[in-house]
């Protein structure tokens, strides 16, 4: 039989098999040793092949094979550096939630999930999400950040998913699609959820005022039916996030406005660092790249971890 993930617990997936029903799986024993070095050999969005158990219980299953994937969204745990973690695969787009504060989603975050997402061919979308609870000089803020990214090619929305602002025009680009929803816990992907398809109920939690993040309500990925033609997943909130498998000579390929300068550098494996007649450090200086963006990708290349962070103007806080 034949069916994709759409949910996974760790050691059983919940699969929807071509004839639309619902089966609890488990993996056959030597599946995690073929070459899958993540922690979860099999992620929401998988097809998969499935026999049914031989035990006779009804929607029981056991997966032997998994189709290629199309592309997916992998990351490093910033704390366990050696432990790769799949968050969904064969996704036509990822929605990143973005929140200038309560919580703040800072720029090193945002960019090194789009490189990671460019890396693997995830279309992202950004969503500045809570725009209802800004006053002007915040709003003036995000539409700084909103201006940045838009420059270099992304999407970016602000939205209230509280109030419903711009809702229908997220729904919109949803139909017919496979969508992933992420961010840092409390961002309100949750609430998003609830606000495009109110029966769904996804549980949801206030912030927490004393530490000013996120309650975790979605503690596995799952993925759900819209009534609009339409599949969401719902991931847990990440609060690093590490990039995997990369040279350090290829994450420039990732942040498209550096790729773009790339060819006009005098050395064609260049890295942008101490460099002679570089053009991106020539971009830099004139303000055409964003020092924000040339910061993360220092800390990128250079190898640290996200132990500090940068705000929306570049500056290491």
């Given at each position: 039989?034949e069916?994709t993930v759409y949910?996974s617990?760790?050691s059983?997936?919940?699969?929807?098999?071509t004839?639309?029903?619902?089966?609890e799986?488990r993996?056959?024993g030597?599946?995690?040793?073929k070459?899958?070095?993540?922690?979860?050999?099999?992620?929401v969005g998988?097809?998969?092949?499935?026999?049914?158990?031989?035990k006779?219980?009804?929607h029981?299953?056991?997966?032997h094979?998994i189709?290629?994937?199309?592309?997916?969204?992998?990351?490093k745990?910033v704390?366990?550096?050696k432990?790769?973690?799949?968050?969904?695969a064969n996704l036509d787009q990822?929605?990143l939630?973005?929140t200038?504060?309560?919580?703040t989603?800072?720029?090193i975050?945002?960019?090194?999930?789009?490189?990671?997402?460019?890396?693997y061919?995830?279309?992202?979308v950004?969503?500045?999400?809570k725009?209802?609870?800004?006053n002007?000089?915040e709003?003036?803020?995000?539409?700084f950040?909103?201006?940045?990214?838009?420059?270099i090619?992304y999407t970016c929305i602000?939205?209230s998913?509280?109030?419903?602002?711009?809702?229908d025009?997220?729904?919109?680009?949803?139909?017919?699609?496979i969508s992933m929803?992420a961010?840092?816990?409390g961002?309100?992907k949750s609430t998003l959820?609830?606000?495009?398809e109110?029966n769904l109920?996804i549980?949801t939690?206030?912030?927490?005022?004393?530490?000013?993040q996120?309650q975790?309500?979605?503690?596995?990925?799952e993925m759900f039916?819209?009534?609009f033609?339409a599949q969401?997943?719902?991931?847990?909130?990440i609060k690093?996030?590490g990039?995997?498998?990369?040279?350090?000579?290829?994450?420039?390929d990732?942040f498209?406005?550096l790729?773009?300068?790339?060819?006009?550098c005098?050395?064609?494996n260049?890295?942008h660092?101490?460099?002679?007649?570089?053009?991106v450090k020539?971009?830099?200086?004139e303000?055409?790249v964003s020092?924000s963006r040339?910061?993360?990708?220092?800390?990128m290349?250079?190898?640290?971890?996200e132990?500090?962070r940068?705000d929306i103007?570049?500056?290491r806080k």
């Amino acid at each position: 039989m034949e069916g994709t993930v759409y949910k996974s617990t760790g050691s059983w997936y919940t699969v929807k098999a071509t004839d639309g029903l619902f089966y609890e799986c488990r993996i056959k024993g030597k599946f995690r040793i073929k070459g899958i070095k993540s922690t979860n050999p099999i992620a929401v969005g998988d097809k998969v092949h499935f026999e049914l158990d031989d035990k006779g219980e009804e929607h029981v299953g056991v997966i032997h094979s998994i189709d290629d994937r199309k592309n997916y969204i992998i990351r490093k745990s910033v704390n366990l550096s050696k432990q790769t973690h799949i968050i969904a695969a064969n996704l036509d787009q990822v929605f990143l939630l973005i929140t200038l504060n309560n919580p703040t989603t800072y720029t090193i975050f945002i960019d090194r999930f789009l490189v990671t997402a460019e890396a693997y061919e995830v279309p992202v979308v950004l969503v500045f999400n809570k725009i209802d609870t800004y006053n002007k000089e915040e709003m003036d803020e995000v539409k700084f950040l909103a201006a940045l990214y838009r420059e270099i090619g992304y999407t970016c929305i602000g939205i209230s998913a509280k109030t419903g602002k711009n809702v229908d025009r997220i729904k919109e680009m949803m139909t017919g699609k496979i969508s992933m929803f992420a961010g840092h816990s409390g961002v309100g992907k949750s609430t998003l959820i609830n606000a495009i398809e109110p029966n769904l109920d996804i549980k949801t939690a206030e912030i927490s005022e004393q530490h000013l993040q996120g309650q975790h309500t979605t503690t596995f990925a799952e993925m759900f039916d819209l009534s609009f033609e339409a599949q969401i997943i719902d991931t847990p909130g990440i609060k690093g996030f590490g990039i995997v498998d990369m040279e350090r000579e290829e994450i420039g390929d990732y942040f498209p406005e550096l790729f773009e300068l790339k060819q006009d550098c005098k050395f064609n494996n260049c890295i942008h660092l101490d460099e002679p007649k570089c053009a991106v450090k020539d971009a830099l200086e004139e303000g055409k790249v964003s020092y924000s963006r040339y910061r993360s990708y220092l800390q990128m290349i250079t190898g640290e971890e996200e132990n500090y962070r940068i705000d929306i103007h570049g500056e290491r806080k």
